[in-house]
């Protein structure tokens, strides 16, 4: 968590209990997100498809996640063709 906040724009090395806080906040939205996608799937199992059903009222989060699903597809298919 620290590597993450320091990456967006906070000091190199974040006091420990800055550092707790963000990762609880962290662990609460990633709890939150999953569960209201799991009520919405149709079966028992989390799908990319759930997630993005979830974040579709918030488009940059939504941007984001399509970004990462297009960057992750084009390095499988940069390391097949290897």
């Known amino acids: 968590v620290k590597n993450i906040m320091y990456g967006y724009g906070d000091v190199p090395n974040p006091a ?18 999953c569960t209201k996608a799991l009520r919405c799937s149709a079966s028992s199992r989390l799908k990319l ?18 970004e990462l699903i297009a960057l992750d597809k084009e390095l499988t298919k940069t390391r097949y063709a290897l």
């Open 16 to 33: 420990d209990d800055t550092a707790e806080v963000m990762e609880d906040m962290l662990l609460l939205f990633m709890e939150d997100v």
């Open 49 to 66: 498809t759930d997630l993005t059903y979830v974040l579709r009222k918030d488009p940059k989060k939504l941007g984001r996640v399509l």
